[in-house]
Every structure is written in structure tokens, then in C-alpha cells.
């Protein structure tokens, strides 16, 4: 068997575990990785909040890579979590690429990565879990991108399968499951994507009717493709269009409104979006 062919079998296998905790007037953040999936530093441009950006040099999923990262913030701890590129899955021949992300939060978490760009023919299981206490605070988002619309490679082939679960103190309030596969009906059917090749959801906990109108202003604002509801205490925004900075956008205007009114902190843009 040659190397190529071994790694095709056995895959990129990596895992990040990262630990938020409070010294003094700062979250302090403890890390350890095993193979490809790493923490550049963390950043402080805000004072007490760890901006912290998530690397992943390969830069791309094929079949059997696994990245596993899991992240505890203590109570009193305030944390954003970014990326500073898309995730991209390529074709897999058989086996499926597999992304777990799990948050232990008693602080406060922003969990704001770029993009998951699905290639033609790819094959990704997906799945993000979020258990918080119930004085947590929690502003995430997640983009999906179907193919390539630069250069009309378009996304007709392949499965990809994403899901979310947010637990307050051990009990689920949200299970959310996407299956997304290419030529299927749901992909261009009114009912469905209605031929969106990119979308994304975005929560926010602990909301009320105030922050949902809040997040309903923004949106109308941004004159986007985007819903938000309200699930006992969760805010849900749902938005499609056809590219990923066209869901970014309408995110990026929403955290700017939801932001000082759940956290009391004014926007503070991670540099690496910049770039």
C-alpha cells in the first residue's frame, strides 16, 4: 500500500481541547492539540474577553479526516472563538470527513467561525453541541456553502449531514438537524433551499421578545433573506442566499445589534476579518 493510499484510508486525525478560565481582570486560556488542528495566541483587544482564533493548516476535510475540538469556559470567563478561513470538505470517494465541536459553557461564549464550504461530490458529518448553565451566555453562528459559485462549480453530488444541540443545565432545548444532498428536491424546491447555495442559522441565549425584536430591526436593515424566532429562551436567526458573505453580512449586522444589548459590549470585530 502507498502512502497516498494509506492516508486515504486512515485520514487526517485531529483534536483540540481548550479550557477558558479567570485570572484578575482576564480569561486566561489552557490548550492541548494533537495533529493538525491548532490555537494561534490569544488576543486581547477588548480587555477581559480571550479572542481566540482556531487554525487548521491543511485547510481542507477528505475522506476520514475527524477534527474534534472541545472547549470548557468557566464561570465568569468571556470568550470569542473565530477561524480565520473557510473549512473546506473536498470530494470523498467513500468515506465521510466528521467535524466535532463541543461547548461546555458557564461563561460567556461567541463562537463565530467562518464558513463550511461543501465541494461537489463531498461527504461531512457534522454535529455541535452546547451545554450551558443557566447564567450562561451564548452568540453563535454557522454557515453552510454549497460548491463553488466563483468559477460554476456547482454543488449536484455528494451528503453532508450538520446538527446542533444547546442544553440549559443538562436539559435540550434545541436539536436542529440540516441534510443537505446535491439534486435532491429540498435543494431547489420552493418548500426548500429554493436554490440558495448558501445558509446559515445563528442563536442567541438567554433571549426574550425584546431581544428578538432587536434582532428582527437589524435584519430588516440589512434588507436579507433571514428569519428570527423565538424558542422559550433561544433566539434563532435562519438566513439563505447565494453566497457565504452574503450570510456572513446579514449576521455580522445582527451581532452588532444583539451584542450590547446580551453582553453589554460594544462590537469589537476580530482583526483576522480584516484580512
Known amino acids: 500500500m502507498s502512502i497516498q493510499q494509506a492516508q486515504v484510508k486512515n485520514g487526517w486525525q485531529a483534536r ?11 480569561t486566561l486560556l489552557s490548550h492541548r492539540h494533537a495533529g493538525p488542528l491548532r490555537v494561534q495566541r ?6 477581559p474577553v480571550n479572542h481566540t482564533y482556531l487554525l487548521h493548516p491543511p485547510g481542507g476535510l ?4 475527524i ?7 468557566e464561570r465568569n470567563a468571556q470568550v470569542l472563538i473565530t477561524t480565520p478561513g473557510a473549512t473546506k470538505a473536498y470530494r470523498n470517494i467513500c468515506d465521510a470527513s466528521v467535524i466535532e465541536q463541543r461547548f461546555d459553557v458557564g461563561g460567556v461564549l461567541e463562537w463565530l467561525p467562518q464558513e463550511v464550504i461543501l465541494f461537489d461530490g463531498s ?10 448553565t443557566s447564567d450562561a451566555k451564548l452568540l453563535a453562528w454557522e454557515i453552510q456553502c454549497l460548491g463553488r459559485p466563483v468559477g460554476e462549480f456547482p454543488y449536484v453530488s455528494g451528503n453532508a449531514n450538520f446538527g446542533t444541540v444547546i442544553s440549559i443545565d443538562g436539559k435540550p432545548l434545541l436539536d436542529d438537524r440540516l441534510v443537505l444532498t446535491g439534486g435532491a428536491p429540498i435543494m431547489s424546491s420552493p418548500w426548500g433551499l429554493n436554490n440558495a447555495t448558501a445558509l446559515g442559522a445563528m442563536h442567541a441565549y438567554p433571549a426574550d421578545t425584546a431581544l428578538r425584536d432587536v434582532a428582527r430591526t437589524a435584519l430588516a436593515g440589512a ?16 438566513a ?6 452574503d450570510i456572513r453580512r446579514i449576521f455580522l449586522k445582527a451581532w452588532q445589534a444583539l451584542r450590547p444589548v446580551l ?6 470585530p476580530p482583526r483576522i476579518w480584516a484580512t
Open 123 to 132: 461527504r461531512l458529518n457534522s454535529k455541535t453541541v452546547f451545554n450551558l
Open 263 to 268: 453582553l453589554n459590549r460594544m462590537p469589537c
Open 62 to 65: 477528505v475522506g476520514n479526516d
Open 16 to 26: 483540540l481541547e481548550l479550557r477558558y478560565t479567570v485570572a484578575g481582570e482576564r
Open 67 to 73: 477534527l474534534q475540538t472541545s472547549a470548557q469556559v
Open 42 to 47: 490569544p488576543f486581547f483587544p477588548e480587555g
Open 223 to 238: 434588507q436579507s433573506n433571514a428569519t428570527a424566532t423565538l424558542l422559550d429562551d433561544l433566539l434563532v436567526i435562519r
Open 240 to 245: 439563505l442566499g447565494r453566497q457565504g458573505q
